[in-house]
């Protein structure tokens, strides 16, 4: 897939030299020539878009010159926050890249029962496995990502939050969704159940039993999409 932008460190100038891997991917892979403009964004100043054309293009740089800047942010239409029992890393980080372009605005951690509580979240590094979902489908913002020591704590912090379990209701209206909790694998525990049982529960219209990254997506594209 092409990108929509380039997401930059360096500070913001009115002419820029690209080398490396980004000058590999515009001019070898893309093959952009001079006078072709280009769509960057700053991690400084993500939600304005800017806009460069190529002036001057030789074996290892491109230089780009700045033709224009605005505020254009891209997000979901609704912010939905998810709450995640913590699973496997590997699990976590393979759905990271189609959650951002589905639109989750915040992700917290929690450590449930069933969850596997020794493994440890590396934020930046989510944050750079987003970075090529997010130039690629134009979106402006990181996913926020924090964590809870139990549900408990959650609940008590954030007492709307719906809960994505095996029951009788399934979800059909998914209007005023602000926040969901989705278990680990193997779900909820008795113990768990009974603590939720005040909040309000749902289901959706499967026979088959979800793993828990596939329930994440398939409840976030529900609300977002």
Not at 105 to 114: G, Q, W, Y
Not at 179 to 205: A, N, W
Request: glycine share 4%; net charge neutral.
């Amino acid at each position: 897939m092409d990108l929509i932008y380039l997401l930059l460190d360096e500070k913001r100038e009115e002419s820029l030299t690209l080398k490396g891997e980004n000058f590999k991917y515009l001019i070898k892979v893309r093959r952009h020539s001079v006078d072709d403009v280009i769509n960057i964004r700053y991690k400084e100043d993500i939600i304005t878009l800017y806009k460069y054309k190529m002036s001057y293009i030789d074996g290892r740089k491109v230089q780009l010159d700045l033709v224009s800047s605005l505020k254009e942010e891209v997000k979901a239409n609704q912010k939905l926050h998810i709450a995640w029992c913590k699973i496997d890393i590997k699990s976590i980080e393979k759905v990271l890249p189609s959650l951002s372009e589905i639109g989750v605005d915040r992700i917290s951690f929690i450590s449930c029962d069933r969850s596997q509580n020794n493994i440890k979240l590396d934020f930046k590094r989510f944050e750079r496995i987003l970075e090529a979902s997010m130039q690629q489908s134009g979106r402006s913002s990181y996913i926020k990502f924090d964590i809870y020591k139990n549900i408990e704590e959650f609940i008590e912090e954030f007492p709307d939050t719906k809960v994505f379990d095996f029951c009788e209701n399934s979800l059909n209206d998914s209007s005023g969704f602000q926040r969901v909790l989705i278990g680990s694998e193997g779900g909820f525990t008795q113990e768990e159940k009974k603590f939720l049982s005040s909040q309000d529960v749902f289901k959706l219209e499967t026979p088959m039993v979800l793993r828990s990254e596939s329930a994440v997506m398939a409840v976030a594209s529900k609300i977002l999409l």
